[in-house]
């Protein structure tokens, strides 16, 4: 310490050697632990995927949505195609939901989003994906409660991801080809930064 007086420079000589350490660290975990509780309430969850579906409804990744005669087109865009069922949407694990789209990029299958409304049609909804892709993980300590829920389960070609926003009672479902995922970050660009 040249040139510095031990009060100058900020170590008090009767403080244990590595306690200032300890210390910092103490502060850095409240900090954290802050941050997580208060700036990000909600919860993640992520699965390894038990079965990939490579698909869809009986459709796989990189098909020709148009060839579908169960599928009628809903949105045209540039790159971007969406498809609906002409018959509706039909319930998914027993819960009804408000919408099945069907999205094609570059005229290739690469997702699909579901939406559904209620606490009762999300319960159903979670309890079918984890008997389809396997169970979520639950790390011992987490809870499975805040604003914001999700859910991942990833395989070799699919992601699935569930979002429940608890306010509103809505949750979105997101299937899609993992790929085949990259083109829709080409295309809308990344927005992690």
């Known amino acids: 310490m040249k040139g510095k007086s031990l009060r100058q420079s900020g170590h008090n000589p009767l403080t244990p050697p590595g306690a200032l350490l300890g210390s910092r660290r103490v502060m850095a975990m409240l900090g ?4 997580v509780a208060v700036v990000s309430p909600s919860i993640v969850l992520a699965g390894e995927m038990v079965k990939d579906p490579k698909g869809y409804h009986g459709i796989a990744w990189g ?5 579908v005669a169960e599928l009628t087109r809903v949105v045209a865009a540039d790159r971007i195609t969406e498809y609906e069922l002409k018959a509706g949407p039909p319930p998914l694990g027993g819960a009804q939901v408000d919408a099945i789209r ?9 997702r ?8 009762e ?3 159903k909804i979670v309890a079918y994906l984890e008997s389809e892709f396997g169970p979520i993980d639950q790390t011992p300590g987490q809870t499975m409660a805040g604003l914001t829920q999700q859910f991942n389960w990833r395989g070799a070609d699919t992601e699935v991801n569930l979002t429940y926003q608890h306010r509103g009672e809505r949750g979105f479902v997101f299937i899609e080809s993992y790929a ?3 083109k829709f970050i080409e295309l809308y660009g990344d927005t992690t930064n």
């Open 32 to 35: 954290w632990l802050v941050f």
């Open 63 to 67: 098909s020709a949505l148009d060839e």
């Open 102 to 110: 069907f999205i094609a990029i570059d005229g290739k299958f690469a």
């Open 112 to 119: 699909v989003t579901i939406r559904y409304k209620g606490k």
């Open 121 to 123: 049609a999300h319960g």
């Open 180 to 182: 085949l995922s990259q």
